[in-house]
């Protein structure tokens, strides 16, 4: 930690005094330790799909959207981020700001930085762009709440994310990503702006087999979208809709069935945009959950009462 401290205090000038009473007050936490070894993207599809795509998220989700109507019109039009795609950030997060951590942000990226080796660099990153934003933003460092893993507020941003993208859409003086509706959603947008969204085209289009005969599929590492519609025919696959063109590069991506049922494994193609929900989160499994309870919400959202 005093390499830490030493840093902070030459490169960005804190007070030495300040900065060694404030780390004197992080408690590193063991069940931050056994959350971050387990997390629930390990689970397969059919079982993450139970915890987001129910009855409660989808209805909130459209009750939400009829609160903050103006705010997500305006923000739709001006960033090309579907109010859907914002509000399912939002319900896969928090549950509509319900559930945004109970977790002091500093002990949660404390923890990560000085007792995880695995990720302990990135989340040293975290660490000082934390302090870095209390600083700017008048917080109290000791004060603020989150995941286990220092995400905040609303959207859960990390602390980089927030000083990246964070947005003061009501012109108040405060990006307020912990109270207020209206600048959590263009915070969102703005980080899914500054990740390339397209507007107005697909995320994801179900694949399925030519003909009868099932090949064996070989999926390829990463998430970028990386085969065309040709290079599809030749596994045997194609798309149940069309793709804005014979050009437009899909991921071949594939989500576990339970056992038993006709068909194990069920395939999609996931396009840019559905590359770009998994920059918010770098899970195929998160981003469909994202996908399908933006449809569900949107589907209901004409019907609700």
């Not at 005094?17 to 993207?41: G, V, Y």
Request: aromatic residues 12%; proline residues 6%; charged residues 20%.
């Amino acid at each position: 930690m005093n390499v830490f401290i030493k840093k902070m205090v030459s490169i960005h000038q804190f007070d030495p005094i300040e900065m060694h009473e404030l780390f004197k007050s992080i408690e590193i936490k063991d069940d931050i330790l056994n959350r971050i070894s387990s997390p629930s993207e390990n689970m397969p599809w059919y079982s993450y799909r139970k915890i987001f795509i129910t009855d409660e998220r989808i209805n909130s989700g459209v009750k939400f959207w009829q609160q903050n109507e103006s705010t997500l019109s305006t923000v739709a039009k001006q960033s090309g981020v579907p109010a859907e795609i914002i509000v399912a950030i939002i319900g896969v997060e928090t549950l509509y700001g319900q559930k945004t951590g109970n977790h002091r942000v500093i002990d949660a990226l404390a923890t990560l930085a000085f007792a995880y080796p695995p990720r302990s660099q990135y989340f040293l990153t975290e660490l000082e762009d934390f302090l870095l934003l209390c600083r700017e933003e008048k917080l109290n460092p000791l004060a603020m709440k989150g995941s286990y893993a220092g995400a905040m507020g609303i959207p859960q941003f990390m602390p980089s994310s927030f000083r990246s993208v964070a947005v003061d859409f009501d012109h108040n003086g405060y990006k307020d990503i912990w109270y207020n509706p209206s600048d959590a959603i263009a915070s969102i947008a703005n980080y899914f702006a500054k990740q390339h969204w397209q507007s107005g085209q697909p995320i994801a289009i179900p694949v399925s087999f030519i003909s009868n005969h099932n090949s064996k599929i070989t999926l390829s590492s990463g998430l970028k979208p990386d085969l065309r519609q040709d290079e599809l025919e030749l596994l045997n696959l194609k798309t149940m809709r069309p793709t804005p063109s014979l050009k437009t590069k899909v991921k071949l991506l594939s989500f576990e069935q339970p056992l038993g049922q006709k068909q194990t494994n069920e395939l999609w193609a996931g396009l840019d945009n559905f590359y770009v929900i998994t920059r918010y989160n770098h899970s195929p499994l998160y981003a469909m959950a994202v996908y399908q309870l933006s449809q569900s919400i949107l589907n209901k959202k004409g019907n609700f009462p």
